[in-house]
């Protein structure tokens, strides 16, 4: 069975960082892409940014330039590296991850890690 594990989240002042970190757990894993997702009360999960098995990235809008998405593929963690953070990055960040096992994909999320920024 495959778990995503996410830690890192936590109260930050605007104009901070946090680094979240995801580790996928399970045994003989193929994990394709890897991305996170983010929703904030009330509102839908939205995408933030996604990071390719061979190492293209793709980031939101409302992230790019301040969101850093990476992966150790060696340790299969990803991790999201998010600086000069706003009021509304506040949200429940969730790791997605889709893993190849045999002819099949599978999609598979973290239990998602709590970021508030304060104003």
């Known amino acids: 069975q495959v778990q995503l594990v996410e830690s890192g989240g936590g109260l930050v002042q605007a104009g901070g960082s946090l680094r979240l970190s995801c580790v996928c757990f399970g045994r003989g894993l193929s994990i394709n892409a890897m991305g996170w997702y983010r929703q904030a009360p009330g509102e839908q999960r939205e995408l933030v940014a996604v990071?390719?098995?061979?190492?293209?990235?793709h980031y939101a809008d409302y992230v790019k330039g301040r969101f850093t998405i990476s992966r150790d593929n060696a340790e299969n963690t990803m991790y999201l590296q998010m600086n000069s953070l706003k009021p509304e990055d506040t949200a429940v960040y969730y790791c997605?991850?889709?893993?190849?096992?045999?002819?099949?994909?599978?999609?598979?999320w973290g239990q998602g890690t709590q970021v508030t920024v304060s104003s």
């Open positions: 990071a390719a098995s061979g190492g293209i990235t």
């Open positions: 997605n991850a889709h893993v190849t096992s045999g002819p099949r994909s599978y999609e598979y």
